[in-house]
């Protein structure tokens, strides 16, 4: 089975950077998912990585290590819009269903 | 940028009649999937669907539920018999996996479905 773990909540200052973990507990691996969600509104695709080290993407980077089962999403220069749930998902290996952790609520503050 | 559509934005049904939720998926993708938000928890994960017909489901994805292509571009998902705990955010989804195993999901505003 797979098993994903993030905190519930974290409060970060507008411009700063903040670091979401995410570990994961798998039978397999066969690549993870960030996604970012507002309240109300639907997933949005943020990074994948399926090899260890880090993937930048403008503000956001995402990490992984495999060996540890462990993944972080870096977020720089924190905005406002920021303020949301960042999910991060695995694909079980060999299938096309994906599990979802229970997400991160990020609140930004001026 | 093409988008997944789905059908309406909100339903409200009466307790133990059927739904039918409605998507119509990004033109060129080929995996299709059904995901819930209750209120406040995880996604989770329902269905997928690929060739016109289902290649992965989880355990609450039951007879109660099924899912139809029944043209080119809609997807949907029926429920039967509605109870008080199917109330939830439906999320459909999308990919075009031929492209890569790392293309991402595409998803619907989803439907906020409330049983009363």
């Known amino acids: ?110 | 940028e093409p988008e997944v559509t789905q059908t309406p934005s909100h339903q409200v049904t009466q307790m133990g009649q059927e739904v039918i939720l409605r998507c119509v998926p990004i033109s060129n993708h080929l995996y299709f999937y059904w995901y819930r938000q209750i209120l406040g928890q995880k996604v989770e994960f329902l269905v997928s669907f690929y060739n016109n017909e289902i290649s992965e489901k989880s355990e609450i994805f039951d007879d109660q539920f099924s899912v139809e292509r029944p043209d080119g571009s809609n997807f949907t998902l029926k429920i039967r018999s509605t109870k008080l705990e199917d109330s939830a955010m439906y999320f459909c989804a999308s990919s075009d996996p031929d492209r890569g195993s790392n293309q991402p999901q595409h998803f619907g505003d989803g439907t906020r479905l409330s049983i009363l």
């Open chain 1, 1 to 110: 089975g797979q098993n994903i773990d993030q905190p519930t909540e974290m409060t970060a200052t507008e411009g700063a950077i903040v670091q979401i973990n995410c570990t994961y507990q798998t039978s397999g691996f066969n690549g993870l998912f960030w996604y970012q969600q507002h309240a109300g509104e639907a997933p949005t695709f943020l990074s994948y990585n399926v090899l260890d080290g880090l993937e930048e993407k403008g503000r956001f980077s995402s990490f992984l290590s495999r060996s540890k089962g462990y993944s972080y999403l870096l977020l720089k220069e924190l905005q406002m819009k920021d303020s949301a749930s960042y999910l991060c998902a695995v694909r079980d290996p060999g299938t096309y269903k994906y599990i979802f952790g229970t997400g991160t609520r990020l609140k930004v503050l001026a």
